[in-house]
């Protein structure tokens, strides 16, 4: 079954990925033109990209373990990227559910001012860097050393 999971990562990232990118662009246009009806579109957004992001982080590290056995003849800047990429993956996870929460807070007692609003388009900013360069490092161990490809083994 670990094997499935991994190798269910390649099809599962992307949806994260498009749906953090997509709320910090909603939030960020939000900010311009108020409206109501756009927090809650963009909260479901941000609760889709979060659980996504989970079920990518438990596949990505299923397609980790799969490989393990044979990183060790593997360049030692691979076995480094890899755990970078799992790290940041780690971390953007863990940015976007603090948003999700903090937002849902402020949210729920009527405190989602524009100050806050602002604070929390700024983070999702920082999260969307985030992204970009967990993305970056994934294609490098996909494109450029063929992790979770036939070719990796050989």
Known sequence: MHNHLAELHPMIIHFPIVLFVAYFLVEFSNLFFKQ?????????????????????????????????????????????????????????????????????????????????????TIIAFVGVILVYETALLGGKLVYEYGVGTKFFTK
């Open 36 to 120: 109501t009806l756009v927090d809650g579109i963009n909260f479901i957004i941000l609760l889709a990209g979060v659980l996504f992001s989970i079920v990518s982080v438990l596949t990505g590290n299923q397609a980790q373990n799969s490989v393990l056995p044979i990183m060790h003849s593997k360049p030692i800047e691979l076995v480094k990227i890899l755990e970078l990429h799992e790290t940041m993956a780690t971390i953007t996870l863990w940015l976007f559910t603090i948003i999700l929460f903090v937002r849902y807070y402020l949210f729920s007692k009527n405190k989602l001012n524009q100050i806050w609003k602002i604070i929390i």
